[in-house]
């Protein structure tokens, strides 16, 4: 099974701010089928990036993912009041596997 | 317009069973992987289960021998049949479509819908 280590476990910034949250595989992920969501209270996970780097319908172009093998990042560039949340990483490869998260909070 | 309705969530004793059901619109199950994922309160996601378009199916470590996914084409829906329920699967339980792009000719690993989620709480 492959685990991811996200880090940090929060970031707290200030709208404008720029965000960079890491991913980590425990090894390489196939494919780079390294998926990014953003979560926010009591509502299910959002897709934002596929493969990597590829922004799914209706994601802003603040948000870009890139990295490959075993290290990924998620960049948002400047936050917006709605993209506080927690971001989770995700691989599927023989068996899916979640990183344990990020908060992305308000400073 | 895709949708994912969750039900059959609710309160349990450890050891006992539960059917969760996934009622999916505006696309064919049968033509797309299905995933269960759930999320324990308070912490991360956690694969369950997945079922192919080609009926290939695969379960998680923690799940497996106990849990059975399903699905009936006829009305779209899917299924989660849990039984030996332990206090730590008490999660809310996704139902989610595994995407395709290209008209479905390739798979990216990521889960594009979602639905709202049902609470399962295993507890005497």
């Known amino acids: 099974e492959i685990v991811l280590t996200q880090s940090p476990g929060t970031l707290s910034l200030s709208p404008g701010q720029r965000a960079t949250l890491s991913c980590r595989a425990s090894?390489?992920?196939?494919?780079?089928?390294l998926t990014w969501y953003q979560q926010k209270p009591g509502q299910p996970p959002r897709l934002l990036i596929y493969i990597a780097s590829n922004r799914a319908t209706g994601i802003p172009d603040r948000f870009s993912g890139s990295g490959s093998d075993t290290d990924f990042t998620l960049t948002i560039s400047r936050l917006e009041p709605e993209d506080f949340g927690v971001y989770y990483c995700?691989?599927?490869?023989?068996?899916?596997?979640f990183g344990g998260g990020t908060k992305v909070e308000i400073e | 317009e895709v949708q994912l309705v969750e039900s059959g969530g609710g309160l349990v004793q450890p050891g006992g069973s539960l059917r969760l059901s996934c009622a999916a619109s505006g696309f064919s199950i049968s033509s797309n992987h299905m995933s269960w994922v759930r999320q324990a309160p308070g912490k991360g996601l956690e694969w369950v289960s997945v079922?192919?378009?080609?009926?290939?199916?695969y379960y998680g470590d923690s799940v497996k021998g106990r849990f059975t996914i399903s699905r009936d084409i006829s009305t779209n829906t899917l299924y989660l049949q849990m039984n030996s329920l332990r206090d730590e699967d008490t999660a809310v339980y996704y139902c989610a479509r595994d995407q395709c792009i290209n008209t479905c000719a390739s798979r990216t690993g990521a889960f594009d819908y979602w639905g709202q989620g049902t609470l399962v709480t295993v507890s005497s």
């Open positions: 090894q390489s992920v196939s494919s780079n089928f």
């Open positions: 995700q691989q599927y490869g023989s068996s899916p596997t």
């Open positions: 079922i192919y378009d080609a009926g290939n199916i």
